[in-house]
Structure formats: C-alpha cells, structure tokens
C-alpha cells in the first residue's frame, strides 16, 4: 500500500490549488490522515489533519483558507488551498494510517509567487 500525493504548481498569490492524496493497494482500513508542509530550510510543520469520521483541524496559519475533505469510497484525501500567499511555498506531503501502518506519501511542490 502507498500514499501518492498529486495537484502541486506554480500559482499566483491570491490562488487556490486543490492537491489530492490517494492510497493505492489493497487498502482495508483508513483512520486519520493529514497534510504536512516544509519549506526550505524550515522544519517540517503540520497544515491539518481529518479523522476517519470527517472531523478536521487546521494549523492557525490556513485556517480559513485551506479545507481537508475525504472521499473514503476512494481511498483520498484532498486539500483544498485557496487565497495562497507566498508564504505557503512549501513541499507538501500527507500522511495517513492505512491498515493500522503509518504511511507517508511523497510530497508534491507548491510555489506561490508574489
């Protein structure tokens, strides 16, 4: 089973982009799962997480701006990122608990531009 996350780019700031997180395999179970970003020379910081039941949270720094939504019938978690500001330039990277194993995707690239 693995975790591949897909939708990163290049945008303007003031854009959305929608990045997708899809479990691939022989996939059994699915709990929490969640969105992690790092910037270059930064650490690796948490965006937000869902549960198996649709209950999110969100870092203070997107609230309001990104949205962590689920589609369990296809094993995916999207993140919705909308009013992007350079700040957010960042690898992004999910993360999720599929079979009882802590998966982590590989990240995808998202560059705002001011």
């Known amino acids: 089973v693995q975790l591949q996350a897909s939708g990163g780019g290049l945008v303007q700031a003031g854009g959305s982009l929608r990045l997708s997180c899809a479990a691939s395999?022989?996939?059994?179970?699915?709990?929490?799962m969640g969105w992690y970003r790092q910037a270059l020379g930064k650490q690796r910081e948490l965006v937000g997480t869902?549960?198996?039941?649709?209950?999110?949270k969100y870092a203070d720094s997107v609230r309001g701006r990104f949205t962590i939504s689920r589609d369990n019938a296809k094993n995916t978690v999207y993140l919705q990122m909308n009013s992007l500001k350079p700040d957010d330039t960042a690898v992004y990277y999910c993360d999720g608990v599929i079979n009882r194993i802590h998966l982590w995707g590989q990240g995808t690239q998202v560059t705002v531009s001011s």
């Open positions: 395999g022989s996939v059994f179970s699915t709990n929490d």
């Open positions: 869902i549960t198996a039941g649709g209950s999110t």
